[in-house]
């Protein structure tokens, strides 16, 4: 079945989100194209899966994160060593305010649970809706919600206490 | 006056020396931006040639099948 003009252009439009996600889940930008390119092959090979009309972002979402973590199950939990994803993509910041920089920030999220950190990349970072973030991840919005507000406690624990050993 | 003691800890104090009570507010607010610029720095970069050319090769299986 020919995909239509409509969804090949939405496929195309939400590359750039789809590599925020992938890029805010892994960490590493090769791995996160990698994850995109998996993510469209799926897509196309299941467009008429979909139904049109409904939120073809939320639907791309969806079967990037089951790749996401499919990948990370047959590769059993070999994290990213926190070098290598400093090395990958160094974001120089001038924040006087506060000290948290982005690679603080990309280590924090390292360690957080893997729903508390898809929940808190999904709202706090893409700024998605509640509703939208629970049906990607399956939950209700009422988990949505309590995971993104412990993974805020929990990153600004781990921020604030570096932020305390930066000053001293 | 009665001064209040609790009902807004931080207000107008400086983040430093923050313990204990709470995530310190300048701290989430610092969290929430730097989260938004991790995603909107790679959202807003040209998409990479890769993706241009992994369409050409769907389109084309398409016209195949």
Not at chain 1, 98 to 117: F, G, M, V, W, Y
Not at chain 1, 141 to 163: H, N
Request: charged share 30%.
């Amino acid at each position: 079945m020919a995909v239509s003009q409509e969804l090949r252009d939405g496929l195309i439009g939400n590359i750039p989100s789809l590599r925020a996600f992938a890029y805010s889940l892994c960490g590493n930008a090769t791995r996160a194209d990698d994850l995109v390119q998996e993510t469209m092959v799926k897509a196309w090979a299941n467009f008429s899966s979909f139904q049109e009309g409904t939120n073809l972002r939320a639907w791309l979402f969806t079967i990037l994160r089951n790749e996401f973590y499919s990948q990370m199950r047959k590769k059993g939990r070999e994290v990213e060593d926190a070098d290598g994803m400093i090395a990958e993509r160094q974001a120089v910041i001038g924040n006087q305010e506060s000290h948290i920089e982005l690679e603080e920030l990309k280590q924090a999220l390292n360690k957080l649970p893997d729903d508390q950190r898809e929940a808190i990349i999904l709202v706090g970072a893409s700024g998605m809706a509640y509703e939208e973030a629970a049906a990607i991840c399956g939950v209700a919005v009422g988990t949505m919600k309590s995971r993104v507000s412990r993974a805020r406690k929990r990153l600004a624990e781990m921020l604030q206490r570096d932020e305390f050993e930066l000053a001293v | 006056m009665k001064k209040p003691t609790h009902s807004s800890p931080d207000a107008g104090m400086p983040s430093g020396g923050h313990h204990g009570h709470g995530p310190d507010p300048v701290v989430e607010e610092a969290i929430g931006r730097q989260l938004r610029k991790l995603y909107d720095e790679v959202a807003s970069e040209p998409v990479p040639d890769r993706f241009a050319e992994l369409l050409r090769q769907l389109e084309q299986q398409d016209g195949k099948g």
